[in-house]
């Protein structure tokens, strides 16, 4: 089993909808959790950051934390083809500088006008 | 502004040959790190750093290896390039609160 493990799709949405993005994870003592966006041939930029359980909410994007479940989610709100890119999910198993940066594999999100 | 940079971009080289991808921030991050990622797979950790004269091997065995001189400064060297290196190299730093990484924008590698 992966450390944290994501639908690697392609998700296809149309413009305007709602794009949910999930991703779990095994070890039950991590803290940290990021959504990173990586574009083709670019490297990741953050996108979100969350660190208790509950909803993170940023302009058209939400994190969602479950620690119970092992779940983390990224909603996006009113999709654009801007938007199309691949989603990396990242969990630290420590708090601020500490632990291990574990990435999931990506889910690629199309977003079709 | 504050940054994090890579060169070069792309990179073509006959196998064999040594070669050393730069890496500087001006974030003022003490930690450092590099990541191996081949199209549509995971980031790998090959290397990291805590601080000036601090390198560690990271979770993926790579033939690499990695200075640490300049709090700003982590390059990496492959002494001997063959085409099982072609990939692309990410270099990346941390801040020191939330841990979040802030990439630069990475190094292709082709050996031919």
């Known amino acids: 089993q992966k450390e944290v493990e994501q639908n690697s799709g392609p998700l296809s949405v149309p413009e305007g909808a709602i794009a949910s993005l999930n991703c779990t994870y095994s070890?039950?003592?991590?803290?940290?959790f990021f959504w990173y966006r990586q574009y083709s041939g670019k490297s990741p930029e953050l996108i979100m950051s969350i660190y208790s359980n509950g909803d993170k909410e940023d302009g058209r994007f939400t994190a969602q934390l479950n620690k119970a479940s092992q779940y983390v989610s990224l909603l996006i709100r009113d999709s654009q083809p801007s938007d199309s890119a691949t989603y990396l999910c990242a969990v630290s198993s420590g708090s601020g500088n500490t632990g291990k940066l574990i990435f999931g594999q990506g889910t690629t999100l199309q977003v079709k006008p | 502004e504050a940054d994090i940079y890579q060169t070069p971009r792309y990179l073509v080289i006959g196998t064999g040959k040594k070669i050393t991808l730069e890496c500087s921030q001006t974030?003022?991050?003490?930690?450092m790190y590099w990541y191996q990622q081949d199209p549509g797979m995971e980031l790998h950790l090959i290397h990291y750093?805590?601080?000036?004269?601090?390198?560690e091997k990271g979770d993926l065995s790579s033939e690499s290896t990695v200075s640490r001189i300049r709090t700003e400064h982590f390059p990496l060297t492959l002494e001997s390039a063959r085409p099982s290196h072609t990939s692309q190299y990410l270099c990346?730093?941390?801040?020191?609160?939330?841990?979040?990484?802030?990439f630069g924008s990475g190094t292709r590698l082709t050996v031919v």
């Open positions: 070890d039950r003592g991590s803290q940290s």
């Open positions: 990346a730093s941390s801040e020191f609160k939330t841990g979040t990484r802030t």
């Open positions: 974030m003022g991050h003490d930690k």
């Open positions: 750093s805590y601080g000036v004269n601090s390198t």
